[in-house]
């Protein structure tokens, strides 16, 4: 990025100050040298730029990232004798997204981060792994996430996410059994599982 579009994101990123309102009381006025100003419309767009290293680093794990915003998700597929191997790649690749973070003045919460296996009842069944050290946090496997509003369940039946509907989106007649919605007793072995974090 060079010449005027360069001086028109120095120009929108400089001087910036804030001021924030607690219990009532207006604080002083703060001056800011970092950070992506809240509310904006370039904000998004200026803080994926800042973090789009980020898909490198995960990459060299052998690894696949999906960035939304400020939401991020790795994923891996593996099969299942692999599941001990995927999870030292795993924490490996949290470790070093940690250390690319604090070089880049972020912070890594691993109190925020959740762990889900998705698979079929058999090969879930089958996997004992159920907590992950990451970082100074153990994070427990879920059994379902919140990902951008959308309840995902281990089975991916949307069984939960159905269950979060207001009633009046639900069709008048019957609701549907998790069993209704998805029969994943069928998939066989061999197929993948996969593994999601959001840091």
Known sequence: MTGVVLDWISCFMRERTQRIVFDGQLS?????????PQGSVLGPLIYVLYTAELSCVVAEHGLRLHQYADDSQIYISVALRDATHAVQRFTDCVSDI???????????????????????????GQITIIVIPLQSAIVRVSESARDLGIVLDCKLSMSERICALPIWFLPPTTTPTSDQIADTSSCPDSSPDIYIVSP
């Open 28 to 36: 002083t006025t703060q001056h800011l040298a970092f950070g992506v």
């Open 98 to 124: 940690s250390d690319w973070m604090s070089a880049s003045r972020l912070r890594l919460n691993p109190t925020k981060m959740e762990v889900m296996w998705l698979g079929s009842n058999r090969q879930l």
